[in-house]
């Protein structure tokens, strides 16, 4: 069985940094480009980054872009995602997901499975 | 950055009604759509991929049609564990986009 379980998530000042971690199981994790996609309190999904198989082709949002990166390491199946210059605004939950093939930002994708999620706090 | 938007945000239902959503993007996508369940304090559950077709293990009462720009999620005979909130998504291009949501509620 496919399995992904987020952790780091936490209460962080504004301007803060914080590492999220996404351990993965059940799938041969460095043939899969993987995302983070977020989800603010009260609205919407958010796609935050993408990283392909070999960790050598990444993608961002541009709300982000400069302040996070993503990457991952194939020995232990971990995905991860640094949080640097943390806003209010990046309150959320953040999920990792499972891309459909190892190309990061191939058309012909989604997002199957997702993790449970970890919340990350931006507060004073 | 391409713009989804669903319609309604929300909607209210019977157990067995059919129920449609719908999904438009602000430019052709040609059929690259997903659909995806989500329930509070859960992952959220793709249910339709490229449009029309339907993830392994999902009831068969979803299905998806469109392509372009215009797309829709049907339920045919709604159950008590559908009720929850319905994201497109498409993966044309990055960064990939969501709709803002479509909240299905019990009447």
């Known amino acids: 069985e496919v399995q992904l379980l987020e952790s780091g998530g936490g209460l962080v000042q504004p301007g803060g940094s914080l590492r999220l971690s996404c351990a993965a199981s059940g799938f041969t994790f460095s043939s899969y480009a993987m995302s983070w996609v977020r989800q603010v309190p009260g609205k919407g999904l958010e796609w935050v980054s993408v990283i392909s198989g070999s960790g050598g082709s990444t993608y961002y949002t541009d709300s982000v872009k400069g302040r996070f990166t993503i990457s991952r390491d194939n020995s232990k199946n971990t995905l991860y995602l640094q949080l640097n210059s943390l806003r209010a605004e990046d309150t959320a939950v953040y999920y990792c997901?499972?891309?459909?093939?190892?190309?990061?930002?191939?058309?012909?994708?989604?997002?199957?499975?997702w993790g449970p999620g970890t919340l990350v706090t931006v507060s004073s | 950055d391409i713009q989804m938007t669903q319609s309604p945000s929300s909607l209210s239902a019977s157990v067995g009604d059919r129920v449609t959503i719908t999904c438009r993007a602000s430019q052709s996508i040609g059929s690259y759509l997903n659909w995806y369940q989500h329930k509070p304090g859960k992952a959220p559950n793709l249910l339709i991929y490229?449009?029309?077709t339907l993830q392994s293990g999902v009831p068969s009462r979803f299905s998806g049609s469109g392509s372009g720009t215009d797309f829709t999620l049907t339920i045919s005979s709604l159950q008590p564990e559908d009720f929850a909130t319905y994201y497109c998504q498409q993966s044309y291009s990055t960064p990939y986009t969501f709709g803002q949501g479509t909240k299905l509620e019990i009447k």
């Open positions: 997901a499972k891309d459909r093939a190892a190309v990061a930002g191939t058309p012909y994708n989604w997002f199957d499975p």
């Open positions: 490229a449009a029309s």
